[in-house]
T-cell receptor, first 117, second 111 residues
Framework: AQSVTQLDSHVSVSEGTPVLLRCNYS??????LFWYVQHPNKGLQLLLK??????LVKGINGFEAEFKKSETSFHLTKPSAHMSDAAEYFC???????????????FGTGTRLQVTL | DGGITQSPKYLFRKEGQNVTLSCEQN?????MYWYRQDPGQGLRLIYY???????QKGDIAEGYSVSREKKESFPLTVTSAQKNPTAFYLC??????????FGPGTRLTVT
């Protein structure tokens, strides 16, 4: 069984300040974890993924996330927000890659990031 | 230009009518997926296919049907049996058991 909780439905930051989007997961195995971003009325774009290699994962557009098994967390961060970062962000958990069950993605309910001037 | 295309972007239908949403990919991916997205919720899996001529129900398959006659195509039909069809529909594809790549979505409105 697996589940994912995004702790904030809405986060507002000023341009140039750090971004922190929080995600906790629950899994009965060692999961794969993903962050996707969705701009209004668009599809989802993969930002980064964790698949049991390095615990600090770097993604596109300056985002990174750290897998912390002891805290069952996979928080997304960025040192300096840009206006173009304003979007919906989804944390996703799945069984490990290559186990025949990657169809079983479980999505969080999303965090809307607002970036102000 | 590689990617996933969904058409149309916006679709309007009257209640009681079936409607088919198109999804095409030229990424040579084996697996394709359909998700439904409602406001304030995560994505929910409708159907998925890991190989041509085979597909499985996801978590919310009732009122939907699919076919997978070609590797690059995975159309979704929203039937009149779907009680609440108005939603944003997203198609995805990927190598089996690995990350999924999403199309731009189709917003369906049924009145």
């Amino acid at each position: 069984a697996q589940s994912v909780t995004q702790l904030d439905s809405h986060v507002s930051v000023s341009e140039g300040t750090p971004v922190l989007l929080r995600c906790n997961y629950s899994s009965s195995y060692s999961p794969s974890l993903f962050w996707y971003v969705q701009h209004p009325n668009k599809g989802l774009q993969l930002l980064l993924k964790y698949t049991s290699a390095a615990t600090l994962v770097k993604g596109i557009n300056g985002f990174e996330a750290e897998f912390k098994k002891s805290e069952t967390s996979f928080h997304l961060t960025k040192p300096s927000a840009h206006m173009s970062d304003a979007a919906e962000y989804f944390c996703v958990v799945s069984p490990p890659e290559g186990t025949g069950t990657a169809s079983k993605l479980t999505f969080g309910t999303g965090t809307r990031l607002q970036v102000t001037l | 230009d590689g990617g996933i295309t969904q058409s149309p972007k916006y679709l309007f239908r009257k209640e009681g009518q079936n409607v088919t949403l198109s999804c095409e990919q030229n990424l040579n991916h084996d697996a394709m997926y359909w998700y439904r997205q409602d406001p304030g919720q995560g994505l929910r899996l409708i159907y998925y296919s890991q190989i041509v001529n085979d597909f499985q129900k996801g978590d919310i398959a009732e009122g939907y049907s699919v076919s997978r006659e070609k590797k690059e195509s995975f159309p979704l039909t929203v039937t009149s049996a779907q009680k609440n069809p108005t939603a944003f529909y997203l198609c995805a594809s990927g190598e089996r058991d690995y990350e999924q790549y999403f199309g731009p979505g189709t917003r369906l409105t049924v009145t």
